[in-house]
Each structure stands twice: as C-alpha cells, then as structure tokens.
C-alpha cells in the first residue's frame, strides 16, 4: 500500500507534494485499464485550508470522462453550479493534482481538460503534474506551455514517475 494510501486524505501536511502526488496514484489504479486511455489519477486541494475538496480518476463518471474533469465535475455538483461558473464559488487558491499532465486535445472531441482549468481562472494557481503524457495519443502536449501563459504555475512532481507510467498505461499493448 502506498503511504499515502494509508493515511486519510485529509492528514496529510500541507506542502507533502508526494503524498498527494501518491494519493492521486492510488485513485489511478481505479480506472478501469483500456487500451484507447491513459489511467490518471487527480484531485483539487484547496490550499489555505489543506483540505480536498474533490478527487477523480479516468472513466470514473459517465462518458469518456478524464481525472480532471471528473473532479470538477463533482465540485460543480458539490457546489450546484455548472462547470463553467466554478470560478465564482471555489476557495482563493486551490491546487489541482495529477499523475500525468492535463491533456491539450481530446481526440473524443471533449473538452480538453486544460482548456476546463483555464476555464476556472486564477483560483488554480498551481497544477501539479508526476509525468508528462506520453506522445501514444496526442504527440506535443501544450498543456504545460498554456497554463504557464495564463500564470498558472505548473510544477512536476518527482519519484513517482516509474510507477505512474506503469498504472496508466496498464490495457495497453506492450511494444518488444
């Protein structure tokens, strides 16, 4: 079990990149491992407070559904307002973490998740990032280059990586 498995999520000391980094990887492994997706962990901290306000993981709602936009879904629920107004409800500064980088392009034709976390604003001021996506689906990922454009800061996140890479591409065929 992975140490942040083992803690309540909310335990966690502010500023423990990796034990969040490691709690977004436990939510990983429970996407379901498809050949067609990378399996991504994430959730949203809200940082002066230390306290998740969401978690996701890949297909965990409905449709073709990634980590991020899983968890802002849920906050749009949470808070009853639609995706597209959460940056008028969500606390001052909240983190987003996630195992692999947000996607710039969704070959499904939804929404690109870096496009849902520009869509909040300046209430994401850090996104924190394990590994960057693997060129499989979508080679050049803009994601990292956009947000930092917005002046949201994108910061990676070490010691995870092997282990990621490993989850998330779990379903896929292995090359020889």
Known sequence: MTRA????????????HEAYMRLALSLATKSPPKPTNYR?????????KNEILATGYTLELPGNTH????????????????????????PDEVALYTTVEP?????SGNLPCVDRILAIGKRIRTVYVGVQEPAK????????????????????????????????????ERSA
């Open 5 to 16: 498995a083992s803690l309540h999520p909310n335990s966690i000391e502010a500023g423990d």
């Open 40 to 48: 991504v962990g994430a959730l949203v901290l809200d940082v002066a």
């Open 67 to 90: 980590a991020e936009q899983c968890c802002f879904e849920k906050l749009a629920e949470q808070y009853s307002v639609t995706p597209e107004l959460l940056s008028q409800v969500l």
């Open 103 to 107: 996607c710039s392009e969704r070959l």
């Open 137 to 172: 689906f979508v080679s050049e990922n803009s994601s990292s280059q956009k947000l930092k454009a917005a002046g949201i800061d994108v910061v990676h996140v070490g010691g995870t990586e092997k282990e990621i890479l490993e989850i998330a591409t779990a379903g896929h």
